[in-house]
């Protein structure tokens, strides 16, 4: 048995603000429920904002941390000049970045072949280092390229 909502917002405001199922729960719609609490699956048709962050996982070993918000898009990495044999971490301004967010980063298909990208870190408020190591024989100064990213702000 499921618990579907497909009814319109007056009639949600009939809801009780708290809706505890031990079954699935099913939205559909422009809808708006308080303190949803399911045991079961929860599945949203269309689309569904969570504006006080979203948490999977909430007993024993399995407790999650809240995501405010994922953001994707492109970022502009511009390395100094790498030694042959070093890592260099290059410094990329990502504004609003705390540094207990996460991101993810990939790499361009146009990365010098003698780089490996070896990971990223945001070290500061507002700062991401990438970091590339250099395989090759010689210095590489492989210049500005546009990298995608994946950012979890976790709050």
């Known amino acids: 048995m499921s618990f579907k909502v497909s009814t319109s917002r007056l009639e949600l405001k009939t809801l009780q603000s708290n809706v505890v199922r031990t079954q699935n729960l099913s939205v559909r719609d422009e809808t708006s429920v308080n303190n949803i609490n399911a045991t079961g699956d929860v599945t949203v048709d269309g689309s569904a904002v969570v504006s006080s962050g979203l948490r999977v ?45 996460r991101i993810f980063l990939q790499p361009p298909s146009t990365l010098n072949s003698g780089l490996v990208f070896v990971g990223c870190d945001i070290t500061a408020d507002n700062t991401l280092t990438v970091y590339l190591y250099n395989k090759s024989g ?11 990213y994946t950012w979890l702000h976790l709050g």
């Not at 898009?73 to 705390?98: K, Q, W």
């Not at 010689?138 to 995608?148: E, F, L, P, Q, V």
């Open 57 to 101: 996982g909430s007993t024993g070993p399995y407790v999650g941390t809240s995501i405010y918000s994922v953001s994707c898009g492109t970022l502009s990495v511009n390395p100094v000049n790498i030694t042959a044999g070093s890592t260099v971490g290059a410094t990329v301004t990502l504004t609003g970045s705390y540094s207990s967010d």
């Open 138 to 148: 010689s210095a590489i100064d492989d210049g500005a390229s546009t990298w995608k």
